[in-house]
Nanobody, 117 residues
Framework: QVQLVESGGGLVQPGGSLRLSCAASGNMDRWNIMGWYRQAPGKQRELVAEVWSVGTTNYLDSVKGRFTISRDNTRNAVYLQMNSLKPEDTAVYLC???????????WGQGTQVTVSS
């Protein structure tokens, strides 16, 4: 079992920045992908960014150049630095970890990000 705890969400004005953090605890396989998804009301959940344990990253096209994902393998943590935020970035952001060998995955409880003036 793995537990994920997110922090860092909140209310920010358009153009502002937020940094999300997610700490994982439990039985973490070293070969994993940690990522951030988001879900806005009435919309499907979408992958925002992910980072493999070897460092490879992928981003949703609409956040490229604005968001940066990073991880600290010594702390089993993943971060999402979000700059130049837009109202359309408003959503619940969920931390996710997927294990490559077992193909199991775990979710955090989510943190609300609201971009509004």
């Amino acid at each position: 079992q793995v537990q994920l705890v997110e922090s860092g969400g909140g209310l920010v004005q358009p153009g502002g920045s937020l940094r999300l953090s997610c700490a994982a605890s439990g039985n973490m396989d070293r070969w994993n992908i940690m990522g951030w998804y988001r879900q806005a009301p009435g919309k499907q959940r979408e992958l925002v960014a992910e980072v493999w344990s070897v460092g490879t990253t992928n981003y949703l096209d609409s956040v490229k150049g604005r968001f940066t994902i990073s991880r600290d393998n010594t702390r089993n943590a993943v971060y999402l630095q979000m700059n130049s935020l837009k109202p359309e970035d408003t959503a619940v952001y969920l931390c996710n970890v997927r294990f490559i060998v077992s193909r199991s995955q775990y979710w955090g409880q989510g943190t609300q990000v609201t971009v509004s003036s």
